[in-house]
C-alpha cells in the first residue's frame, strides 16, 4: 500500500472573518495549499470538507465551497467529529489516497462561528454533551464540562490555578508570534488569574475563543509525492477513537478515555512511542484540557501535567514543545478548522519553515490530537518528516 | 490491499417513527445487522455514522446514537453528503478496512424526518441547492429543480407524464412487498395522473415522502469474512463525483453530470459495464430521477429512459431490474439511511434471499446509485456476489 505524504499546506487568518463568505474563507486556505504543492484544482481528486456547524444557511455547505475553489465534479464528503472535525476530514483525504482510489485529495477545515443568528454558540456548543440529561436538565456548559476535570485533577493532584494560567501564557507567547492566530498578544500569569471566572477554576483566559477560519491540507501518493516536492511529510497513522455521550458513564474526570485509546491505536501502527516525538498539537479548548492531554498521550506521568509546564517543559526548548503554534487557547477554535490547521502547524515544524516559534526537529516526528465534544470523539494523527 | 466484504445488514422499519427515539431507530438496524454477521458490538472497531439532518437537538447525534448501540469506545465520524449521506457512510466504512486500519467496521445510515420544529423539510430541503441565490432569491424548492429536469427531457425526448407515472407504479409495486417500506399499497397510472399537481409536470405520486428510518451495514476484510459467512458480498468500487452548487451553472437538465462520472470510476474501478447489472437500486427521489438515472448509468441510450419503464425492462424479468426494494419513491428517503439501505436491498438481493422481489442473479453484480441533493453528490457503489 502506498504511503501518503502531505505535499501542500494553506490556512487563512483566524478570528472574527464575518468580511468574507464561507466559501471565501475556504479560499484563502486552499489557494496557498495549491500553490504550496505547485498544483491546479484540475490535478485535486476528491475533497473532504469538515464543517461541525448545523448553523448554515445553505443546507449543503460544503458544495457552496466545493464550487468557489473549483473542485466541482471531484469526489467530495462532508465530515463531522465535532471539534475534532478537522481530523476526521484529513483521515477521510489519507483514506481515499492510502486505498488507492486517488493520487491527490484535499482536506480543508472550515468554520464561521461569529455572529451567527440564532442559538448563541455557548449554548449550540453546551449541547455537545447529552443533551437531553446534562444540557436540558441540568444545564451543563461546555466550560462547565472542563471545570468537572479542573476540580477532579486539582484535588487529586494538586494541580493549581497558577499551572492552569501557565498554560494560557505559554500559548499567547506562542499566538503572538504566528501571524494568522487570532490573539496576537502575550499575556502574564496575573491576566489569567485575575481574568473573570466562566465556571471555577476556569476563568477567561483558560477558555479558547470562538473563531472563524479554514485551514486545508493536500494529500499525495508516495509516487505522486516524489513528482511535487522534496520535502514530504508523511502521515504515519492516525488513530481514532469514542467516547460516551453521557459524561456520567465515564470512570472519572481525570483525563479522557478517548485520548488514551486513540493514542494507543496511532502508536501502535505508526510504531512509536510517547517520548519520540519533536513536537506537538493538543486540544486545549480549555487549559485543563492541554494537561490532561500530556498525561492521556504519554508525554508525562498521570498527575504530573500541571508540573510539565510550570517547568517550561512543553516550550522551546524543553521536553516536548506543544501548541507552539499558539493551540486552540490564543490560535483560535473555528471548530471544522482546528484539526487541519493543527496538521499545518506540525507541517510547517517538520519542514522547519516555522520562524520564531520553530521547534528543535531529531528524530522528525509530530504529532496532532484533536478532540471532539468532551472526549466524545479523539483523532491523534502521527506526522513524519 | 485485503477485498472488502458486507457481512451483515440491517434496517429498521421506514415511515413515521415518532415512536422511537433516533438512537432507537439506530438500533433497529444495528441489532438485526449484527446478528445477521452472528457478531457483538466488541467486535466493530469503528462506526460511520451518516445523518444528513441539521435539526437535531442534540448537537452531536452520532455519539449519542453509538452510545446507545454499545460502540462508545469505537472509531467514529458522521459523514454527509446531502441525500448521498448513508453511501458516504459505507464508502468511510469501506475505506478503513480496505486500508487495513479495521477488520471489522459498521456504516449506519440514520434520520429522523417526521414532526420536526422549525422550518419545514420542504424549506430545509429546498436549501439543497445555491441557496443564496437559488432559494432565497426565486423561492426555489427541491421539486421545482427535478420539474426543471422533466420538463426539458420530455420537450428534448418526448419524454411522457405517464412514462413518469410508470416508475411510481413500478416502485409502489415493490415497495408493496417490502415491509419495511413506508408505502405497502401498489398504485396506477392513474393514481399518479390524477393526484395534485406539486411542480409541473411532477404530482404528488412523482414525489417520494419524507420519512424516518435506519439501516446499517457490517464490512469486514476477507480474511475476517471467511470466518463470519458463507455469503459475502464483496463491494468492488465505490466512484464519488459532485457537481456545481449552483444549477445555473450546469450545462443542461437532461441529466445528471455527477452520475456520469462517478458510474465511470465506479465501472473504471471494477472492470464492469453497464450491461452486466443483475439488479440496480437508483436514486429516485422524483420519477424523472429514475429516469435520468437508467441513461446516465448506461442502462440505456440517452433520452430512451422513458421507454424503458414504459417497456418494463426494469421490472423483475427485464433488462435490468431497478428499485425492487420500492426505491425512495415508496419504500420511503430517510436522508442519511437511503444509502445504506440500497446496499441491504441488494445485499439480500445478491445473496438470493430477497423473497417475492428476487431478481435473477447471472453475472452476480448489482448497483446502487446514491445522489446528494440535484447532482450535487453523486455515490455510485458496485456489489458483487
Chains 1, 2 share one sequence.
Not at 456548543?125 to 441540568?138: K, M, P, S, V
Not at 494541580?159 to 494560567?165: H, I, P, R
Not at 490532561?292 to 517550561?312: I, S
Request: some cysteine; overall charge negative; charged content about 20%.
Amino acid at each position: 500500500m502506498t504511503r501518503v505524504a502531505i505535499v501542500g499546506v494553506g490556512h487563512s487568518k483566524f478570528g472574527d472573518r464575518r468580511d468574507v463568505s464561507l466559501p471565501e474563507l475556504g479560499f484563502e486556505a486552499s489557494k496557498p495549499a495549491l500553490l504550496d504543492a505547485n498544483i491546479t484544482p484540475e490535478d485535486v481528486e476528491f475533497l473532504s470538507v469538515g464543517i461541525a456547524g448545523t448553523w448554515y444557511e445553505d443546507f449543503l455547505p460544503a458544495v457552496v465551497v466545493s464550487e468557489y475553489l473549483g473542485l466541482a465534479g471531484k469526489g467530495l464528503m462532508r465530515c463531522e467529529a465535532a471539534c475534532a472535525t478537522g481530523s476526521a476530514a484529513v483521515a477521510t483525504a489519507y483514506n481515499m489516497v492510502k486505498t488507492g482510489q486517488c493520487d491527490v485529495t484535499m482536506a480543508l477545515g472550515i468554520e464561521k462561528m461569529m455572529g451567527v443568528d440564532g442559538p448563541t454558540m455557548t449554548e449550540v456548543i453546551g449541547r455537545a454533551g447529552y443533551y437531553l440529561w446534562e444540557f436540558h436538565n441540568f444545564g451543563m456548559t461546555f466550560p462547565g464540562y472542563y471545570a468537572l476535570h479542573a476540580t477532579q485533577h486539582m484535588k487529586k493532584y494538586g494541580t493549581t490555578e497558577e499551572q492552569l494560567a501557565k498554560v494560557a501564557v505559554k500559548n499567547h507567547k506562542y499566538g503572538a508570534m504566528n501571524p494568522t492566530a487570532h490573539f496576537q498578544r502575550p499575556i502574564t500569569v496575573d491576566d489569567a488569574l485575575s481574568s473573570r471566572v466562566v465556571a471555577w477554576p476556569l476563568k477567561l483566559y483558560d477558555c479558547c475563543p470562538v473563531s472563524d477560519g479554514a485551514a486545508a491540507v493536500i494529500l499525495a501518493s508516495e509516487e505522486k509525492a516524489k513528482t511535487l516536492t522534496d520535502s514530504p511529510v508523511w502521515v504515519e497513522s492516525i488513530g481514532i477513537s469514542s467516547d460516551t455521550a453521557s459524561v456520567s458513564r465515564r470512570s472519572d474526570f481525570l483525563g479522557l478515555r478517548a485520548t488514551v485509546k486513540a493514542a494507543e491505536k496511532a502508536f501502535k501502527m505508526a510504531n512509536v512511542k510517547p517520548d519520540m516525538f519533536d513536537v506537538a498539537d493538543v486540544h486545549d479548548c480549555f487549559t485543563i484540557a492541554e494537561i490532561l492531554a500530556y498525561e492521556d498521550l504519554g508525554f508525562c506521568e498521570k498527575g504530573k501535567g500541571g508540573q510539565l509546564v510550570e517547568d517550561g517543559q512543553t516550550e522551546i526548548g524543553g521536553k516536548i514543545p506543544v501548541n507552539v503554534d499558539g493551540g486552540l487557547k490564543a490560535k483560535g477554535h473555528p471548530l471544522g478548522a482546528t484539526g487541519t490547521s493543527m496538521i499545518v502547524g506540525l507541517t510547517h515544524q517538520l519542514r522547519k519553515e516555522a520562524g520564531k516559534s520553530q521547534a528543535p526537529i531529531k528524530n522528525g516526528l509530530a504529532l496532532a490530537h484533536n478532540v471532539g465534544g468532551t472526549g466524545h470523539y479523539c483523532y491523534v494523527t502521527i506526522l513524519r518528516s
